[in-house]
C-alpha cells in the first residue's frame, strides 16, 4: 500500500500518527503526490484532487482521511484505534468529526493566510472571534477519556486533534489564538498527551515541511 500526502496536511497528519501508533508508518510512509499535488497523474489517482490518498495493493484508490485511517486500523494488526464498543466507536467518531466539521475549517482562513499567504479577512475574523472558539468549546464538552480523548489508551480521536495542533499551537498567535483557553478538559488532555512521543514526532513531521517551505520561498527570493 501506498500513502500520499504532505504531513503538513492536517487531515494526512491523523493517518500518519495513527499509523506511527500502530506500528505501520515505515511499511507504509506518507509520500509527496506523485506528479505534485492537482498535476495530472494526481487527478488519474484521485477524482477530488485533495490529498491524503491511499493506494491499495490492487491498484484501488481510496480517498478521505477519515475513511483510509478506518481502513488501514481495520487491514492493519497493531493496537485498535477505532474503538471496542459500540458506544466507545461512537465516541470517537464524533470527536472526529467535531474535528473535520468545526476545527479544520475554523482554522482553514488562518492557514490561507499564514501558509499560503491568500488573507480573506473577513472570514479570518469569523475564524478568531467566532468559529475556532466555539469549536473547542463543541471538543471541551465531548471529550470525555481518561488522559486520552477517548477511554484510557490512544485512538483515532487523539490523532485527529492532534493532527491539527502543529498549525493552530505554533503558527496563529500573530491572530491572537492557539491555546486551548480556560477549557480544563482540553487542558488536562493535552498535558497529559503533549510530551509522548508519537504526539512529538506528529508535530514535528509538520514543523519540518514548513522549515522545507519557508528555506524553498527565501531561496526564490
Ligand atoms: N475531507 C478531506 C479533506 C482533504 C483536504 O482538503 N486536504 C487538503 C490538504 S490539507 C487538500 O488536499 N487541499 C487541496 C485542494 O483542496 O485542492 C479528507 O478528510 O481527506
Given at each position: 500500500m501506498k500513502l500520499y500526502g504532505s504531513h503538513l496536511s492536517m487531515f494526512a497528519a491523523r493517518v500518519a500518527m495513527m499509523l506511527e501508533i500502530k506500528g505501520h508508518l515505515d511499511a507504509v510512509p506518507l509520500e509527496?503526490?506523485?506528479?505534485?499535488?492537482?498535476?495530472?497523474?494526481?487527478?488519474?489517482?484521485?477524482?477530488?484532487?485533495?490529498?491524503?490518498?491511499?493506494?491499495?495493493?490492487?491498484?484501488?484508490?481510496l480517498i478521505?482521511?477519515?475513511?483510509?485511517?478506518?481502513?488501514?486500523?481495520?487491514?492493519?494488526?497493531?493496537?485498535?484505534?477505532?474503538?471496542?464498543?459500540?458506544?466507545?466507536?461512537?465516541q470517537i467518531s464524533l470527536i472526529c468529526r467535531l474535528v473535520d466539521m468545526y476545527f479544520m475549517p475554523a482554522?482553514?482562513?488562518?492557514?490561507?493566510?499564514?501558509?499560503?499567504q491568500r488573507p480573506n479577512e473577513k472570514a479570518i475574523e469569523n475564524s478568531v472571534n467566532k468559529a475556532i472558539p466555539e469549536a473547542l468549546d463543541y471538543l471541551e464538552h465531548y471529550l470525555g477519556g481518561?488522559?486520552?480523548?477517548?477511554?484510557?489508551?490512544?485512538?483515532?480521536?487523539?490523532?485527529?486533534?492532534?493532527?491539527?495542533?502543529?498549525?493552530?499551537?505554533?503558527l496563529m498567535s500573530d491572530?491572537?489564538?492557539?491555546?486551548?483557553?480556560?477549557?480544563?478538559?482540553?487542558?488536562?488532555?493535552?498535558?497529559?498527551?503533549?510530551?509522548?512521543?508519537?504526539?512529538?514526532?506528529?508535530?514535528d513531521r509538520a514543523a519540518k515541511v514548513v522549515q522545507a517551505m519557508m528555506a524553498a520561498r527565501a531561496a526564490d527570493k
Open positions: 509527496n503526490v506523485p506528479g505534485g499535488l492537482h498535476s495530472d497523474e494526481h487527478y488519474a489517482l484521485t477524482k477530488t484532487g485533495k490529498i491524503p490518498f491511499l493506494v491499495k495493493d490492487n491498484g484501488d484508490v478521505e482521511s477519515q475513511v483510509i485511517a478506518e481502513y488501514l486500523d481495520n487491514v492493519l494488526d497493531g493496537p485498535d484505534m477505532c474503538g471496542h464498543s459500540a458506544d466507545e466507536r461512537a482554522l482553514g482562513p488562518l492557514l490561507m493566510a499564514i501558509i499560503w481518561d488522559g486520552y480523548a477517548v477511554g484510557d489508551n490512544w485512538t483515532l480521536a487523539d490523532c485527529a486533534i492532534i493532527g491539527t495542533l502543529y498549525s493552530f499551537l505554533n491572530f491572537g489564538v492557539g491555546d486551548f483557553g480556560d477549557r480544563p478538559k482540553l487542558k488536562a488532555w493535552w498535558h497529559t498527551v503533549k510530551d509522548k512521543p508519537e504526539t512529538v514526532t506528529c508535530l
